[in-house]
């Protein structure tokens, strides 16, 4: 598996549709700041059959220090970010892993 870079795909769609780097960089740059935005606002954002952003809050649990078994650690509450592939791209990658 590799690590493609925001700067990978910015290449690979400026040579796709033959717009300037810079010019997909500050699309790509707003996109990116449009979704963060509006997760920070609480909304769920929607993107037919590539998935679904939202924002969840995790409750406070118990967890396991691996070196002291016998003593427990809180791990407080907290909001998280979350992503839900949708169909389509969940079947994309599920065929891509038989290869």
Known sequence: ???????EIIHKISMK??????????IIKGFLDGV???????NRLEFREFGVFD??????????????ASID????????ARFKAGRKMAKLVKESERK
């Open 17 to 26: 549709v033959g717009i300037h780097p810079n010019e997909v960089k500050m």
């Open 73 to 80: 650690i809180v791990i407080p509450e907290k909001t998280v």
């Open 36 to 42: 963060m935005e509006s997760l920070v606002e609480g």
């Open 1 to 7: 598996m590799n690590t493609i870079t925001k700067k």
């Open 55 to 68: 924002v969840v809050k995790r409750k406070q649990k118990i967890g396991r220090n691996p070196k002291k």
